[in-house]
């Protein structure tokens, strides 16, 4: 058994297990994206980052990934560690704004604005997809290609591969395509801004942790027909 | 088809300790791309997923998975050669050529890249046009490069590049001169021999440079074939006893007239030669 304390409780976990799980036993939150129980620790979206260490010689480290190790002191809250996770967040929503999942992660983690450009991709490239077929599936049909701003999953050469069964799994756990913002359809969309035209996040409290408070707001932004438009072209893309 | 000629490949670094990259550069090297073939080949035979393959094929820029032209063109727009103007040579090159970095011409003669830093920063901007080096390129000295590598190394670079060199060789059968002063190639007399591959002879020349590679013939021989060569004048086979270290075709022996042995590959398109100008391995 290691001995380790997080937050200042000192828990004693077994020999592999990750801070994540510590934490986890002990009921501390850490928000995860590429985490998926079930699948190896892969630490793509550095979403769960924690601080270990004594200051002012600590760093921030994945704690999906990262082994306990005695006498470890991890903070799971601090001030570093949450200004962090709120700019990793602003970042995947940036890439992806029109993930249910982001925009809730997001909007539960006060991240209230974005700075930067919405790239609308389809595809935060957290693995989950690529593990599961592999690990859990043992299909091996999709996987990394590429690297840097090219990188993307898919099949060998963009083929059918014969290695899929059409599962499904790949879809089931991406935290990016599964109930989109569809925009149009006000009771499919995430707060149905874009689709009444009126930006209700702002009246009614049930959308309160709706991205909405968003500036720009994801929803608002879009809501010009022309806009709606090129939403549409690069999802055909 | 090419599944067959790719396995000596797989099988050779199976043997040592079966790394995967080391059979792509062996297959690339030979073919100049890695085919969708020779992957799934790959995969067959290693038992590895494509995928995986796929994944090391991609993220390498090594690895080409498009044919490529005879000369690759790598323009640096490294830092160090970015700051000197290293974008405006490969715009420039991409404009000469009309394609885009990554992209080969239509008529296979040439392939342009861009590349992140060649090691030679201090030189830049470099260019390197099948390995050599023109260092502080600027855009008026596009045209030239482009023009030297399809006329192959010239005259200077050759008396200055101390990798490449003359070699006069004789048949080790009958001794006679295989050297053709009436056919230039790189400028200088060929070597001579008479080429045999799907039943059919043909004259076949090559460059007497060392390290050149050019080869002329009358009949064109496709890459990858196994050639027969015969001495034109006494007609005896050449043969030598060796494979070749990297494909496995049958070594060809030639006499060095300055002494020694020079030993060529009998594939087309295998760049492999010994020199053993000693003659201690004979
Ligand atoms: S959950 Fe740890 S890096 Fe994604
Ligand atoms: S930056 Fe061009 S050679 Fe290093």
Redesign the pocket.
């Known amino acids: 058994m290691i001995k380790l304390k997080i937050n200042g409780v000192e828990v004693s976990v077994e020999k592999g297990s990750t801070i994540l799980e510590a934490a986890q036993f002990l009921g501390f939150p850490i928000p995860t994206l590429c985490h998926m129980e079930g699948l190896t620790p892969y630490g793509a979206c550095r979403l769960c980052v924690v601080e270990i260490g004594e200051e002012p010689r600590s760093k921030l480290v994945t704690s999906c990934t990262y082994l306990a190790e005695e006498g470890l002191q991890v903070r799971t809250a601090s001030r570093r560690v949450i200004r962090a996770r709120k700019m990793i967040l602003e970042l995947h929503l940036a890439s992806c704004p029109q993930s249910k999942t982001i925009q809730d992660l997001a909007s539960a983690h006060g991240v209230t604005q974005q700075r930067f450009k919405q790239e609308y991709e389809n595809c935060i490239l957290c693995g989950r997809c690529v593990r599961m077929c592999e690990e859990q599936m043992v299909a091996k049909a999709i996987g990394f290609r590429g690297r840097g701003e090219n990188r993307s999953i898919g099949t060998p050469f963009d083929e059918k591969s014969d290695t899929c069964r059409l599962c499904g799994g790949c879809m089931y756990v991406c935290p990016v395509c599964e109930l989109r913002c569809t925009y149009t359809e006000p009771e499919k969309a995430v707060c149905g801004g874009c689709g009444n035209h009126s930006a209700v996040c702002l009246e009614k409290p049930e959308f309160n942790d709706m991205m909405c408070y968003m500036d720009p707001c994801v929803a608002c932004e879009i809501k010009q027909p022309k806009d709606i438009k090129d939403i549409k072209d690069i999802k055909e893309d | 088809m090419e599944g067959t000629q790719v396995q000596d490949i797989i099988e050779k670094h199976e043997q040592t300790r079966g790394g995967l990259i080391a059979i792509l550069e062996g297959i690339q090297n030979r073919y100049g791309y890695l085919s969708e073939d020779s992957l799934r080949t790959v995969a067959e035979k290693t038992g590895r997923s494509l995928v995986d393959i796929y994944a090391v094929a991609t993220f390498y820029k090594a690895f080409s998975l498009k044919p490529r032209g005879k000369h690759l063109i790598s323009a640096?727009l490294?830092?160090?050669?970015?700051v000197r103007g290293?974008p405006a040579i490969a715009e420039e090159i991409q404009r000469q050529l009309g394609v885009e970095a990554g992209e080969t011409t239509p008529d296979g003669e040439f392939t342009f890249e861009t590349a992140a830093?060649?090691?030679?920063?201090a030189l830049?901007?470099?260019v390197v046009v099948d390995g050599h080096y023109y260092s502080k390129v600027g855009t008026v000295n596009v045209k030239n490069i482009l023009k030297e590598a399809l006329l192959g190394p010239d005259e200077d670079d050759i008396k200055r590049d101390e990798r490449i060199f003359r070699v006069e060789v004789n048949c080790p059968q009958c001794n006679h001169s295989l050297m053709d002063v009436g056919h230039l190639i790189d400028g200088e007399p060929s070597v001579r021999l008479t080429a045999s591959f799907h039943n059919k002879h043909t004259p076949f020349r090559f460059s007497s440079l060392y390290g050149s590679g050019m080869v002329e013939s009358e009949e064109e021989v496709p890459v990858d074939t196994i050639i027969n060569f015969f001495c034109p004048h006494c007609h005896a086979e050449l043969v030598g006893a060796s494979n070749c270290a990297d494909c496995g075709a049958l070594m060809v022996p030639l006499i060095v007239r300055s002494g020694g042995m020079i030993q060529i590959c009998s594939r087309r398109g295998c760049k492999n030669h010994m020199l053993d100008l000693d003659g201690e391995n004979l």
């Open positions: 640096c490294g830092t160090a050669c970015h290293g830093c060649l090691g030679a920063c830049g901007p470099i």
